[in-house]
């Protein structure tokens, strides 16, 4: 008998990174914020991340403190000037602290956010807001399905047992 390739919980796994991604696109597309894409990928990778946690609060948090400690540090850009040098500089700060705080899950998606900062090369408020609303998107987009696909599993579970 052939296996398939491709068992039910993949393909679950699939349909919901599929639909957290493009929900997340969709809603950063309809506020019209820039690299609207980026909401997407955050979701992704948050839906990565939040997929094997028991709790999905502490992931959040982690990732807030680390977008403010970033958007502290970009001053940096601001002082220095925005050159490839102070773009190393910077993120070897930051990196410092994340990893003092073992902060390490949410690295990749908080670099997403600050190199958008260098790349800007313009530090004003709405520049933070649609930094910090990408991040909102595809991390709030990510937790509700996690949180969904989680409450269907366990109701499933329930009523196979009975």
């Known amino acids: 008998m052939l296996k398939p390739l491709l068992s039910r919980e993949k393909f679950s796994w699939a349909l919901q990174l599929s639909l957290t991604v493009t929900i997340a696109f969709f809603i950063a597309e309809f506020f019209a914020l820039q690299f609207a894409a980026s909401a997407a990928i955050i979701a992704m990778l948050a839906s990565i991340t939040l997929k094997n946690k028991p709790k999905i609060l502490p ?18 850009y601001e002082i220095l000037n925005y050159n490839i040098f102070v773009l190393f500089l910077m993120l070897l700060i930051y990196y410092s602290i994340l990893l003092a705080f073992q902060f390490t899950e949410c690295m990749v998606i908080s670099t997403v956010i600050v190199t958008h900062y260098f790349g800007m090369a313009n530090l004003t408020l709405a520049v933070v ?4 609303s990408l991040l909102t998107i595809g991390v709030m987009v990510s937790a509700i399905l996690t949180l969904l696909v989680r409450s269907i599993k366990a109701n499933s579970n329930k009523h196979s047992t009975h």
């Open 59 to 76: 992931a959040i948090v982690e990732w807030y403190i680390s977008i403010a400690i970033g958007s502290v540090l970009i001053i940096l």
């Open 129 to 132: 807001l649609n930094e910090f």
